[in-house]
């Protein structure tokens, strides 16, 4: 379980701090898989990088009795002048876990060839996406944290990523940070909705997407009219 | 270094003991530091000792030249070699840690990395360089006869050990402060040329009139490269060196480096942290 107490974040600006996130409560069980919504800016890559660690909160407190992934598919941890492969043997080293095994997975799910030997600073962006992704597979988590990763790759590799992290890992908690409803709408059972710092719940994928869509100014003039516009 | 377990459960990884993720982790790092810095290519960890020994070489001919003019009983190279490695050791070790955890901020989503490992990792890196190349040069001076062995094997090792302490010490201060603001690593360029005409790299206490020699045993840098000296060729001249003066010294830097280092990430500026 991840359980978040009265969380605030607050960011320095030349105008004195700026509230991101304002007293937030949440808690993630075992298996949960909550969609975010919500406009940029609104704190959703803030509350990710709370729960991964990555930054502490201001005020409050979060618990973690899972453990939880890095960002999926993320790609800022690559040193450019460092190969594929070592990029692998760095997080296999730091998760204590052996690399033989990881690395044949990886450059069987990346399709890099021969590229996997080769600086990642000479990867193209969807290379870079692939091998980011087929790196965070390696690890096995109770809770995987995905901040926009499903826009990366051809449909093709999209399709792969989708059976490898929903069908391969029916169990698993997630949090996925998304602006596509195709995406959230069959993934998740929570939708959290972020409005000025602070979360709404909703378990219901088209009232949480009408008011995300309002919230947008692009409002629907009813549910019926947004349900017939998704199709 | 991978460790035997290969059960995919991270969950119990997370758990094992703090000490051992940390020795995991600063492992790692140091692996990765190595590689990005020296890379696969050319002569890769050779850069390791050449930059150093090269820089030596420089100094020592330079000052073979004074020697000429200058008339005096010390063994230069041991002099130079002394003096300009004590220098390189904490200038290098305090320059690697100013702005290090803007560099690896996005490994940080990583749950055991912590920002207090990525100092480490960057000041246990610089300081094995700095004393593996200090030995490789020792040996090849050695056997070309330019150099003589310590007279005091244990002496010089503890003042290179005190040294490093305190470059550590140094580092994690700098390091620190310069999270907080930017204009430290302005300043701390000028400065480190101040404090390396003052550091004892090119003088011995002994030979500064009485008045300056007072004032440069303030300068802990100083007393331990009089000390390294004293156990290198001290019976060619008369060192002075005050060991609990860079203790306490040592001490107080390392107090403040740490709790300097633990503040960072509680006022992190930047909003797109981890972004590429």
Not at chain 1, 12 to 41: A, K, Q, Y
Not at chain 1, 97 to 120: A, M, T
Not at chain 2, 52 to 65: E, G, H
Not at chain 2, 108 to 135: C, K
């Amino acid at each position: 379980m991840i359980r978040l107490t009265n969380v605030c974040k607050d960011y320095p600006t030349r105008v004195g701090p700026r509230r991101v996130l304002d007293n937030v409560n949440l808690v993630i069980r075992p298996g949960e898989r909550v969609g975010i919504l919500g406009r940029n800016g609104a704190g959703k890559s803030t509350l990710i990088r709370l729960i991964s660690g990555a930054e502490p909160p201001t005020r409050g407190t979060i618990e973690r009795n899972m453990s939880v992934s890095w960002p999926l598919a993320f790609s800022g941890g690559f040193q450019g002048s460092l190969t594929g492969a070592d990029n692998v043997r760095f997080i296999c080293r730091i998760y204590g876990v052996d690399f033989e095994p990881r690395f044949e997975f990886v450059k069987e799910f990346s399709e890099l060839g021969i590229y996997i030997n080769e600086p990642v600073s000479s990867y193209s962006s969807g290379m870079r996406a692939r091998l980011a992704f087929a790196i965070s597979m390696t690890i096995d988590f109770d809770c995987y944290l995905m901040d926009e990763v499903m826009a990366v790759g051809d449909s093709r590799f999209r399709e792969r990523c989708r059976v490898e992290l929903f069908e391969k890992r029916p169990d698993k908690a997630m949090l996925i940070v998304s602006h596509s409803h195709r995406y959230l709408k069959g993934t998740c059972d929570r939708f959290l909705l972020f409005r000025d710092g602070a979360i709404e719940e909703h378990a219901d994928f088209e009232e949480v997407y009408f008011q995300y869509k309002a919230l947008l100014g692009e409002a629907f003039d009813s549910k019926e009219q947004m349900v017939a516009e998704m199709q | 270094m991978p460790s035997s377990n290969s059960a995919p459960q991270t969950g119990a990884l997370l758990r094992s003991s703090p000490a051992e993720v940390n020795r995991r982790v600063i492992g790692a790092l140091l692996i990765r530091e190595l590689l990005t810095r020296y890379g696969r290519n050319n002569i890769g960890f050779l850069w390791l000792f050449v930059e150093p020994a090269a820089f030596i070489l420089i100094v020592t001919f330079v000052w073979a030249f004074v020697k000429n003019i200058q008339r005096t009983n010390i063994p230069i190279v041991a002099f130079a070699l002394t003096g300009y490695s004590s220098m390189l050791l904490w200038r290098y070790t305090a320059g690697r840690c100013i702005g290090a955890v803007k560099s690896n901020k996005a490994l940080l989503y990583h749950r055991q990395v912590t920002i207090m490992d990525i100092f480490l990792a960057r000041i246990l890196l610089e300081l094995i360089a700095m004393s593996a190349a200090v030995f490789v040069l020792t040996i090849l001076f050695y056997s070309i006869g330019w150099l003589t062995l310590p007279e005091d094997v244990m002496e010089v090792i503890a003042g290179w050990a005190l040294l490093c302490w305190l470059s550590m010490g140094l580092a994690m201060t700098l390091g620190g402060l310069s999270e907080k603001a930017d204009f430290v690593k302005r300043v701390w360029h000028p400065f480190s040329y101040l404090l390396m005409v003052v550091s004892g790299v090119a003088f011995t206490v002994d030979a500064l009139p009485t008045g300056l020699q007072h004032a440069a045993l303030w300068v802990p840098m100083v007393n331990a490269v009089e000390m390294i000296r004293d156990g290198w060729f001290g019976s060619d001249f008369h060192a002075h060196f005050d060991i609990p003066f860079v203790v306490a010294c040592n001490v107080a830097l390392t107090l403040v480096g740490v709790s300097l280092v633990r503040q960072i990430g509680f006022d992190s500026e930047s909003e797109s942290g981890g972004d590429e």
